[in-house]
């Protein structure tokens, strides 16, 4: 059988939730699929399920590697594709059953190199759900010389691959253990694509999940100063550095700054000495003389924090504090303040 569509899973102790996900996948509509499951040496009992499920089911090929990160895994089934599109899924996600069927429906019809999807996020912290879409959204793009500064969505699930595109044009994951390994490929994809389709509908359950990789926050995810210089290097190999200028300078500080606001407090001096380093007099230009529309007051008192200005350090802490309250507390509070807090809202509950 010739599939017409590749599910790829990078598997790592997951054996909680790798049942629901290999169900919604070997139950697609779409019956002619390939499904490549690649365990990233998984400690747990999540490669005797695959092999379970791949007895079972001859659609199913699993391959074994020494623990090498989320991007590895997914790299490493990029030999074995044979489906006209690749799709990739994270194995404590679940997919709706007519997944496959309805983006293969849109790539054929619209002809379109990329499908992006909408999803439905999980989120136990909050005990709900929401979905994440502009509804708002053409629903095809036609040129790369148009800008599609709303597509550059990371996630790979978000996105339903042309295999002869991904391959062709070498759409990569980052190698390694390391956080943010979709911007690189997620901004690439984006932007080199001759045609892109949105489709509107909610096919993907994502679940956010405390303990994971992406939001276990640490010094590890300093490496987001590496991806984005990658990113920037891109845009410049391929010509449209200049056609995503502002949006990638604005995407840039948000997301040191919202990295920033994730950090424990130990971190973020830190943090702050190697933005610092790594920003370029190109970078520095762009926040000194952009106008106050592209950059919020939270960005620009960003910037001038980075660049050492203490009153500003104390404006957007400040700022911070009233923007984002519980975060800010629960990041940067004082150890023996959040006590003496928890304690008073102890004792009133109580009365």
Known sequence: MQ??????LPVYNVEEYLQQCLDSVVNQTLREIQIICVNDGSTDDSPAILEEYAAQDPRIEVYHQENQGGGSARNAAYPYIRGKYAYFADPDDWLELDLCQQCYEKAETTEADIVILRPIWHDPAFARYW????????????????????LTLTA??????????LLSNEILFPAGK?????????????????RIAVLDNPLYHHRSRSGSYQTTINDKHFVIIETLSEIEQMLLNTGFYELYKNYFGMQKIDSLCCLYCRLPRSLCIQFQKY????LTESDREFYRTNPQKLL???????????EGNKIDSLKFHFFMLFHQPRQTFSQWMPKPLKEWLKAVLKMSKKK
Not at 178 to 194: E, F, H, Q, T
Not at 296 to 306: D, E, K, N, T
């Open 296 to 306: 919020s007051m939270r960005h620009r008192l960003f910037y001038r924090m980075v």
């Open 275 to 278: 933005i610092h380093q790594s």
């Open 156 to 165: 790979p699930w978000l996105k339903f691959w042309r295999s002869k595109f």
């Open 3 to 8: 599939p017409k569509v590749t599910i790829i």
């Open 131 to 150: 979905q994440s879409f502009d509804p708002s959204l053409p629903e095809i793009r036609q040129s790369p010389e148009e800008k599609r500064e709303d």
């Open 178 to 194: 390391r956080p943010y390994n979709d911007m690189l490929p997620s901004w690439k994809g984006i932007v080199l694509a001759n």
